[in-house]
């Protein structure tokens, strides 16, 4: 297949990307790793008369630990990432959860920006970036301003950037000392698109508990995060795990995913037991 036919900008400055961004209003699309859009508009399910092209924008490309943050710049790629000493040091929960992010050939091309701006509901980077309260930096003709990650994703490949801003930079709190985390999801195959799955972290009486693949964004599991608030013995993870059984049942989906439901659920399950497993309750 062949996308439609379309008009091609290539900037080399984040200035120069934002401009051309605005020009083009809603008829302009960002084109990032490409991952995501290219087979979108090969199956023409996007049509933008502008693609911006962000592969020469080298300032977009970096990742450093700074005052307990991890800073990635939207072009970094997701295989920085997984291999990165940095991120291990700082957040092995990312680092171990972005080897689940497609295959490595995806990885080497995708981009950590490009997953968040996109938004599919069964990424791994959005629920990551809910779960662990991440900031994003975007930039406009009319300024700069960050977004936190939780409610940035609105719906279905739908998030809070206006039309003329671009995602600049994610950025993702180191994870405090001690701190246990657990990641699980199920696909068909390895590497193809999570079917659901589910996210921890706690710490002291810190916890945090986000399902992904079950809702049109991710979905963070308050009620079951009370359970665990200064314990994770086998009656909390119960607890948890029926706390949130009874979220996802409320969800106004005419029951188009129960099953995506019951497999979050048995993540979430096996996501709580790892965290149990890498301390003492």
Same mark, same amino acid.
């Not at 934002?18 to 209003?25: D, H, L, T, Y």
């Not at 990650?149 to 801003?165: I, N, P, Q, R």
């Not at 945090?208 to 665990?228: H, N, Q, W, Y």
């Given at each position: 297949? =062949?996308?439609?036919?379309?008009?091609?900008? *290539?900037?080399?400055?984040?200035? #120069?990307?934002?401009?051309?961004?605005?020009?083009?209003?809603?008829?302009? =699309?960002?084109?990032?790793?490409?991952?995501?859009?290219?087979? +979108?508009?090969?199956?023409?399910?996007?049509?933008? !008369?502008? +693609?911006?092209?962000?592969?020469?924008?080298?300032?977009?490309?970096?990742?450093?630990?700074?005052?307990?943050?991890?800073?990635?710049?939207?072009?970094? *790629?997701?295989?920085?990432?997984?291999?990165?000493?940095?991120?291990?040091?700082?957040?092995?929960?990312?680092?171990?959860?972005?080897?689940?992010?497609?295959?490595?050939?995806?990885?080497?091309?995708?981009?950590?920006?490009?997953?968040?701006?996109?938004?599919?509901?069964?990424?791994?980077?959005?629920?990551?970036?809910?779960? +662990?309260?991440?900031?994003? =930096?975007?930039?406009?003709?009319?300024?700069?301003?960050?977004?936190?990650?939780?409610?940035?994703?609105?719906?279905?490949?739908?998030?809070?950037?206006?039309?003329?801003?671009? +995602?600049?930079?994610?950025?993702?709190?180191?994870?405090?000392?001690?701190?246990?985390?657990?990641?699980?999801?199920?696909?068909?195959?390895?590497? %193809?698109?999570?079917?659901?799955?589910?996210?921890?972290?706690?710490?002291?009486?810190?916890?945090?508990?986000?399902?992904?693949?079950?809702? #049109?964004?991710?979905?963070?599991?308050?009620?079951?995060? !009370?359970?665990?608030?200064?314990?994770? %013995?086998?009656?909390?993870?119960?607890?948890?795990?029926?706390?949130?059984?009874?979220?996802?049942?409320?969800?106004?989906?005419?029951?188009?995913?129960?099953?995506?439901?019951?497999?979050?659920?048995?993540?979430?399950?096996?996501?709580?037991?790892?965290?149990?497993?890498?301390?003492?309750?």
């Amino acid at each position: 297949m =062949k996308p439609p036919s379309f008009e091609y900008s *290539r900037p080399a400055t984040i200035a #120069d990307a934002v401009s051309m961004i605005a020009q083009g209003g809603d008829d302009a =699309k960002v084109l990032a790793g490409g991952q995501s859009l290219i087979p +979108l508009l090969n199956f023409r399910l996007a049509a933008p !008369r502008l +693609l911006v092209d962000l592969n020469r924008v080298t300032e977009l490309v970096y990742t450093r630990r700074d005052n307990g943050m991890l800073r990635f710049g939207a072009m970094t *790629r997701t295989r920085e990432v997984e291999t990165s000493r940095t991120v291990a040091d700082a957040n092995p929960l990312l680092a171990h959860a972005a080897r689940w992010i497609g295959h490595v050939q995806i990885r080497n091309r995708g981009t950590v920006g490009g997953s968040v701006a996109h938004a599919d509901p069964a990424a791994e980077l959005p629920a990551l970036s809910v779960l +662990l309260g991440a900031e994003l =930096k975007v930039v406009s003709p009319r300024g700069e301003r960050t977004l936190p990650a939780e409610g940035f994703f609105h719906g279905l490949m739908t998030t809070g950037l206006a039309v003329d801003e671009l +995602l600049v930079e994610v950025a993702i709190p180191a994870l405090p000392h001690g701190a246990r985390w657990g990641f699980r999801e199920f696909a068909q195959r390895h590497g %193809d698109f999570a079917v659901a799955g589910a996210a921890c972290m706690l710490s002291g009486d810190n916890a945090r508990v986000v399902i992904f693949g079950v809702s #049109d964004a991710p979905v963070r599991c308050l009620t079951a995060e !009370r359970e665990l608030t200064g314990k994770l %013995d086998a009656a909390a993870v119960d607890a948890a795990v029926g706390r949130a059984r009874e979220q996802l049942a409320n969800t106004d989906d005419g029951g188009r995913r129960t099953y995506e439901r019951e497999v979050a659920e048995a993540m979430l399950r096996r996501a709580l037991e790892d965290a149990a497993g890498r301390g003492e309750s």
